[in-house]
T-cell receptor, first 113, second 112 residues
Framework: EAQVTQNPRYLITVTGKKLTVTCSQN?????MSWYRQDPGLGLRQIYY???????DKGDVPEGYKVSRKEKRNFPLILESPSPNQTSLYFC????????????FGPGTRLTVL | GQQVMQIPQYQHVQEGEDFTTYCNSS?????IQWYKQRPGGHPVFLIQ???SGEVKKQKRLTFQFGEAKKNSSLHITATQTTDVGTYFC????????????WGAGTKLIIKP
């Protein structure tokens, strides 16, 4: 089944404790990205990747890192999480460009205490 | 910079009533996409509009793209409980084909 998977789905952590949210897609998509969703603000892009080893900042990259060592995986890293990073995170992928149809993962709800 | 305004933020309807959400862009678009996010779920692609004045239907959902390609709407006729969720529009960032610009979404709530 074609899908985007994310883990964990839920995470409660404390300020400053490094964490990684994994994202994997099995559709051989070139483009992957991370969004955060907050009430009233819609979807805001954090980082995106056009291909392996190619990443770029989205609209809200501060406090986040990403890597794209393999085509299928695009982990999101929070080196030192803070409470303002409490949010719902979505990974998404698409065939070639960020403007193609986006396929979203199920989401990761992160709480930073 | 390029912006998309989506209104309203919420719409409460009785089951069986109609629902409409609107997106207005600050720039002329090449296309616009619509997504639906069920409560607790993730956004799912509904449709893409490309042509000026285009109208597309999916059962009770009607999507329109304005003549000037600066606005779009989604209309649901005779809402059902399965329609509950948040509807988002997304437009191309005209400065980059690697990014979409998202509306804030309209949440459809059906009154008990």
């Amino acid at each position: 089944e074609a899908q985007v998977t994310q883990n964990p789905r839920y995470l409660i952590t404390v300020t400053g404790k490094k964490l990684t949210v994994t994202c994997s897609q099995n559709m051989n998509h070139e483009y992957m990205s991370w969004y955060r969703q907050d009430p009233g603000l819609g979807l805001r892009q954090i980082y995106y990747s056009m291909n392996v080893e190619v990443t770029d900042k989205g609209d809200v990259p501060e406090g986040y890192k990403v890597s794209r060592k393999e085509k299928r995986n695009f982990p999101l890293i929070l080196e030192s999480p803070s409470p303002n990073q409490t949010s719902l995170y979505f990974c998404a992928s698409s065939w070639d460009f960020g403007t193609d149809t986006q396929y979203f993962g199920p989401g990761t709800r992160l709480t930073v205490l | 910079g390029q912006q998309v305004m989506q209104i309203p933020q919420y719409q409460h309807v009785q089951e069986g009533e109609d629902f409409t959400t609107y997106c207005n862009s600050s720039t002329t678009l090449s296309n616009i996409q619509w997504y639906k996010q069920r409560p607790g779920g993730h956004p799912v692609f509904l449709i893409q509009l490309v042509k000026s004045g285009e109208v597309k239907k999916q059962k009770r959902l009607t999507f329109q793209f304005g003549e000037a390609k600066k606005n779009s709407s989604l209309h649901i006729t005779a809402t059902q409980t399965t329609d509950v969720g948040t509807y988002f529009c997304a437009e191309e960032n005209m400065d980059s084909n690697y990014q979409l610009i998202w509306g804030a979404g309209t949440k459809l709530i059906i009154k008990p």
